[in-house]
């Protein structure tokens, strides 16, 4: 069975630190990937897309990027983090299909703090 | 524009009572996916249902079942005799045909399950 994992679970930074979450799916091949963000009681915005490798779209410009090294990992960094950046970080992965009938299934999430 | 509405933004039900969650889109799109998240305090989504707009019948898991009116253009996510671990946010979520592999999310609506 498919299984994502995501960590770390928890972070505290600096601002203007640099940041690197990351994320990898198991038990499944050629995954779209994506990276969320959810402030505290709100709902998701989407920051980053992938259907393959090196095929990465951003939605939300910001201080923010994302890597695909690998099929089956996806990597959320920052050269330097902004208060704003705080907040709760989560991963997905879906089956590949032109019309995207599959659910996204979610990491357990990270919650990251700037101080 | 594509859209999802949910105009419950936080709900009390007494222990097994059934409960609606109201969720209404929008698209132009013929073709579509409707979801449906949970997200407990720990922060994990989980899965918990889809509708596919050429379904014929509406989609049932267990306790939850989807009352899907396409011509009202709403998606209510039902929770049959609910438990007090059915307290948490739910999300209801919309993957038109030409949505290059996103979902559009709802802002959310927070359950509270009373003993």
């Known amino acids: 069975s498919q299984t994502i994992h995501q960590w770390p679970a928890t972070l505290v930074q600096p601002v203007g630190s640099p940041l690197s979450l990351e994320c990898t799916v198991e038990?499944?091949?050629?995954?779209?990937l994506y990276w969320y963000r959810q402030a505290a009681g709100r709902g998701l915005q989407l920051l980053f897309y992938?259907?393959?490798?090196?095929?990465i779209s951003s939605e939300v410009p910001q201080n923010l990027s994302a890597s695909r090294p690998q099929d089956r990992q996806f990597i959320l960094s920052s050269k330097k983090l902004l208060l704003s950046d705080s907040g709760f970080y989560l991963c997905?992965?879906?089956?590949?299909?032109?019309?995207?009938?599959?659910?996204?299934?979610f990491g357990d999430g990270t919650r990251l703090s700037i101080l | 524009a594509q859209k999802i509405t949910q105009t419950q933004p936080g709900m009390f039900v007494q222990e097994k009572e059934a409960v609606t969650l109201d969720c209404t889109y929008d698209t132009s799109d013929p073709s579509y996916g409707l979801f449906w998240y949970k997200q407990p305090s720990s922060g994990e989504m989980i899965f918990l249902i889809y509708q596919g707009s050429y379904d014929q019948q509406n989609a049932t898991e267990g306790r939850y079942s989807l009352n899907f009116q396409k011509a009202r253009k709403s998606a209510n996510l039902v929770i049959s005799a609910s438990q007090l671990g059915d307290s948490a946010m739910y999300f209801c979520?919309?993957?038109?045909?030409?949505?290059?592999?996103?979902?559009?999310w709802g802002a959310g609506t927070k359950l509270i399950i009373k003993p």
């Open positions: 992938s259907i393959g490798i090196d095929q």
């Open positions: 979520a919309m993957s038109p045909m030409d949505s290059n592999y996103q979902l559009i």
């Open positions: 997905a992965w879906s089956g590949g299909s032109l019309y995207s009938n599959q659910p996204q299934h």
């Open positions: 038990g499944t091949s050629n995954p779209n």
